[in-house]
């Protein structure tokens, strides 16, 4: 009998292990992983004890533990589906005739997403935007998030008035999408289970969802109307700390409400500065051709550290973005002043000095390893000057950091088999490795992919919760192509399958 979704087998048969510092004696053969109420209770050689109950067979697979996504901005990654691909868009021109063509939604507006217009060769303007677009509101979301680009009719919608370019920067950017994203739950929660099947079709069992919102409300709506596909840990911006201290809510403590232990209380999110597509990431050296724009720091050092203090006391942990030099510095010196724990998001340009500081701090380096390929280019060109280390993921795990991979969706497509081979082979598309130096072993990859991240070598243990991925091939001896594509044949999540080919 072959086991379907929802079910929870009793064995997975036949299956190889793999994974970071393992202590088992099994090497490459196969075993048998017996689970009962959601955990690993032995790991056996194939056939060794008795296979009762349902039966998964792996005939001679791998598994590895679940996978988790560390950084996910769920609804809008979900309401990508609907919105207009921009990220093939080669200029302004090229942008705003794709927009100009493209269906409106049912609510009258256009909305196309994934624009990269930092090395475009002509500058977005309102007219050539106007022209393409005519009355139809009509917004352009930038691929990092942090610029949006508005025709007439979108900044009159929105209550701006026009100034012959019609990009929004970070806040006003921000509140755009936060504005977007506000669609009806009947629209939002199917696109999200339909995005969470997807990741759970890639291993993941886990996601940490950023979301701009109050989102224990939605969480506990989605878990009663029988979402059941993922683990979900939900951040808490500054504008509803006070809501979460008032509401007693710690991070770690189940989702109230929820009847579920699938969603739990997250960090404090705090943006600190821009990025690095929209020159607005904070930097010890100016922007080439812009000897006065270093970015900007968006929450000056007081009010940052008041949130963490205030957060930290209240048995909440922090999640601070910070993308250049100075942003990370300005954020490291915060969870030294307040003593709180949690992670810097992103950590794309750090100083040498401040390499080791993660480690010597607790703090976790959040980071998406698909991102620096994506900027690879914008990397060698707006940040030639800078002396700060980009992507320093060999660095961070030679210092000892905590290394938590995610995808920053839909700054990234959700796919941590992305991730890992970015991390191990800096390349993609047949390239030439960029930054070689900094590319990551194979195990330490794999355990940053997990839930406990890299400080948590990524192997099974009888006790283990059954959050595990079958896969096709072994992830510690794959080569760039094979990791990329990586098949899964089956997710358990406490031992229950949400996906099975």
């Known amino acids: 009998m072959t086991a379907v979704r929802g079910e929870s087998p009793d064995v997975i048969a036949d299956v190889r292990l793999t994974g970071a510092e393992r202590t088992d004696p099994f090497g490459n053969e196969p075993v048998d992983v017996h689970i009962a109420d959601g955990l690993v209770v032995d790991i056996a050689p194939a056939r060794a004890l008795p296979r009762r109950g349902l039966v998964l067979e792996a005939h001679g697979r791998w598994l590895v533990p679940g996978l988790w996504d560390h950084h996910v901005h769920v609804v809008q990654w979900a309401l990508v589906a609907q919105r207009v691909p921009l990220g093939s868009t080669t200029s302004a021109a090229h942008a705003a005739a794709v927009m100009g063509a493209a269906q409106p939604l049912p609510d009258g507006r256009r ?52 100034d012959g370019v019609g990009i929004l920067r970070e806040e006003p950017a921000f509140e755009i999408s ?29 996601i940490v969802d950023l979301d701009m919102a109050w989102n224990e409300e939605a969480w506990v709506r989605r878990v009663a109307a029988g979402f059941d596909a993922l683990r979900v840990s939900f951040g808490i911006y500054p504008e509803f700390l006070d809501r979460a201290m008032a509401e007693g809510l710690q991070t770690g403590d189940i989702a109230r409400g929820g009847g579920s232990d699938l969603v739990r209380v997250g960090a404090l999110k705090v943006i600190t500065d821009g990025s690095l597509g929209t020159r607005t990431a904070a930097c010890s050296h100016a922007y080439p051709g ?75 380096a959040s980071v998406q390893p698909e991102h620096a390929l994506d900027d690879r280019d914008l990397t060698d060109t707006i940040w030639a000057d800078q002396t700060a280390q980009p992507y320093p993921l060999q660095a961070l795990a030679d210092s000892g950091a ?54 948590t070598p990524a192997r099974l243990e009888p006790g283990d919760v059954a959050d595990l991925a079958v896969v096709e091939h072994d992830p510690l001896r794959a080569d760039e192509a094979s990791m990329r594509t990586m098949p899964v044949y089956a997710t358990l999540l406490a031992g229950r399958l949400t996906h099975i080919v």
């Open 290 to 364: 812009d000897p006065h724009n270093h970015g900007v720091i968006t929450v000056d050092t007081a009010t940052l550290v008041d949130l963490m203090t205030r957060a930290t006391g209240a048995g909440i942990a922090s999640a601070i973005h910070a993308i250049g030099d100075v942003a990370n510095s300005h954020a490291l010196d915060a969870f030294t002043a307040t003593g709180a724990w949690g992670t810097i998001e992103h950590a794309q340009l750090v100083a040498h000095a401040d390499i080791p500081r993660f480690a010597r701090l607790g703090v976790g």
């Open 402 to 455: 905590t290394l938590l991979f995610g995808s920053d969706a839909p700054v990234s497509p959700l796919d941590p088999w992305a991730a890992m081979a970015s991390a191990v082979f800096r390349t993609r598309d047949g390239r030439e490795p960029w930054q070689p130096h900094q590319r990551l072993t194979p195990a330490t990859a794999l355990s940053a992919s997990t839930r406990g991240g890299s400080a």
């Open 178 to 206: 936060r504005r977007l994203n506000a669609v009806p739950a009947d629209v939002a929660d199917p696109l999200v289970a339909r995005m969470a099947d997807d990741a759970a079709s890639r291993g993941v069992v886990g």
């Open 111 to 162: 909305v196309g997403t994934g624009f990269r217009d930092a090395l475009w060769p002509d500058t977005p303007s309102l007219a050539v935007l106007d022209a393409a677009t005519g009355e139809t509101p009509t917004y352009l979301i930038n691929a990092d998030v942090h610029s949006v680009w508005l025709n007439s009719a979108a900044l009159r919608r929105e209550g701006f008035e026009p």
